[in-house]
Each structure stands twice: as C-alpha cells, then as structure tokens.
C-alpha cells in the first residue's frame, strides 16, 4: 500500500486536517446547541477520530514517509491515548470528565495542527489521491484481502450497533428523597428558632423510585455537640411529636411509585440548646437511602 508523498500541487500526506478541523468546530457547536441524540453520537465519534488524525500530523510532520494505511492505524492509536490522557489531564485540575473536557484538548490540537500542516496545493487532488491510496490492496494477497475486508466489516457493523444503541431511550432511575417545607410550603419559612415546648410546623415530603416501595421514616433530635457515638431512645407518636435530646420517632411508610409521600409533623423541643433535627428514609436494610437535616435552637 503506498503512501502520499508531498509533491508539487499535491501538497502533505495529511490533506484531511481542514476537514478534521471542521468536524470538530462543528461538534464544539453541537454540543453546545443540541441535547444528547444519535447525530451528535455520530459527530462526536468522527470529532475523537479527528483529534487523533490532527495530532498525528503534528508529531509525524513531512519527515516521516507513512502510508495512508499507515495514517489510518496510527491516528486510530493516537485517537484512544490523547482522549484518555485529556481526561486525565481535566481531572487533575478538577474539571469533571464530559465531552466538553475532551474538546478542551482536541480544538486546539486541531488548530495547530491545520496551522502547520496544512496542504499548499490542491487540496481536492490530494484528498482524491489518499482515498485511492487507502483502499489499494493490489499488493496484498488473497487471505491478507479477505482478512481486511472482515475487519472493515466489523468495523463498520461496530459502528451501526453503537448509533442504534444510543437511540433507545432508557428509563430514568429515581432515587429516594427527602424535602422540608415550612408553613406557606417552601423551604424559606422553615422554622429555626423554637421556643421550648412550644410546637412549631414540618411538612416532610418523601420521593419514591419507579416502583412502590416501604421504608421506615425516622426522625431524631441531635445535639450540636453530639459525637455519634450517643444511643437514640424512642418516644411515642403525638401531637405535637415531643422531642428532648437524642429523642428518635420512628414509623414504617409505603411510598407509591413515582408519587410523593407528604406529612404535616408538629414538633415541640423541650430542652433549650442548638440541635440538628433530622429526617430520615431507611431501606429495607436499614441502611439510610435518604436524609434532610434542619439547624434549630430553642430557647
């Protein structure tokens, strides 16, 4: 398999690097304009290949003859190391790995490289002369023929599974939640200061998964200087719910699927001090699944 050599009106053996340049300001904008689908899968794809193609160029240059096969293997090699290393890099500096972290890294190889190595010459002719190149297997055998069309084959069924994959839409997974509200229903007029044995209002709403579920629903009274290590002793259900320090209620609840669960609690703290007063969802297991904490003093 030859390659292209730079020669006169041909321009470099990298002719792709305008269009790899392309393909990925085109998915810089995609990414930015339009939500997760199976034509932004297909550019980010061909966005990865591209940062591979570009870094390439700049590292090999013209001082290194190279085959288009060559190219092809090697940018597909260089496409996996500089992806992981660019998330790597993100992450060390505390940039959560997305795909905008990848494009952080290959834009601006693309530019430099389109910069330095871009052909001179026409480009149409060089682009037509590297397809020829690429898919010459006149110097081949048979079985070296039969295996490279196998492996295009599974490349190219790999490829049709990836894209139909990514457009079947998977349920959501709901995990379980805990919000407090204060008397007009928002969070903003929770009741922080308490006179003591005076009750004050918690309405408590509990968020199910997909599917109904039962979970003990608990709620404890903890001092601000509590270790952790202090017993909980339980108190009975009334109204208002008494609540002296390291006092716990506890009650088992069914969560309907995909429904709220929504109760009014009336609390009276008995002895003054600082508290965390503490709402919690436990599995099963007892393990908890869910918690909200409100800050309270009573005086």
């Known amino acids: 398999m030859s390659g292209v050599q730079a020669s006169p009106g041909l321009g470099t053996r990298f002719p792709l690097l305008g269009l790899a340049l392309s393909v990925l300001v085109l998915y810089a904008i995609v990414l930015a304009t339009l939500p997760p689908n199976p034509y932004r899968f297909a550019v980010a794809l061909a966005a990865v290949f591209a940062t591979g193609y570009c870094a390439l160029a700049l590292i090999v240059g013209d001082s290194v003859p190279l085959s288009a096969g060559e190219i092809l293997a090697f940018s597909v090699g260089l496409t996996i190391l500089v992806t992981s290393v660019s998330a790597l890099v993100v992450s060390i500096f505390g940039i959560p790995i997305t795909e905008f972290a990848v494009l952080i890294i290959g834009?601006?190889?693309g530019v430099v490289a389109w910069?330095?190595?871009?052909?001179?010459?026409?480009?149409?002719?060089?682009?037509?002369?590297?397809a020829r190149n690429l898919f010459d297997v006149s110097e081949y055998s048979g079985p070296e023929k039969a295996i490279i069309a196998a492996l295009l084959v599974g490349i190219s069924v790999v490829l049709v599974a990836l894209i139909a994959l990514s457009t079947i839409l998977v349920p959501p997974v709901l995990s379980p939640g805990l919000t407090l509200a204060g008397?007009?229903?928002t969070p903003a007029s929770l009741p922080t200061a308490f006179v003591v044995s005076q009750p004050k209002e918690i309405t408590v709403t509990a968020l199910g998964g997909s599917s109904?579920?039962?979970?003990?629903?608990r709620i404890r009274l903890v001092p601000m200087n509590a270790t952790g290590s202090e017993p909980f002793h339980p108190i009975p259900f009334g109204s208002p719910l008494r609540m002296d320090p390291f006092a716990e209620y506890a009650l088992q609840i069914t969560i309907p699927a995909e429904r709220p669960w929504t109760q009014l609690w009336t609390i009276a703290i008995e002895t003054a001090g600082t508290y965390h007063v503490r709402f919690e969802l436990l599995d099963a297991k007892a393990v908890v699944v869910a918690a909200n904490t409100l800050p309270v003093t009573a005086m």
Do not use: C, K, M
């Open 107 to 109: 834009l601006p190889i």
């Open 115 to 130: 910069y330095f190595r871009r052909p001179h010459g026409s480009s149409l002719a060089v682009v037509t002369q590297t």
């Open 183 to 185: 008397p007009d229903g």
């Open 212 to 217: 109904a579920e039962v979970f003990n629903f």
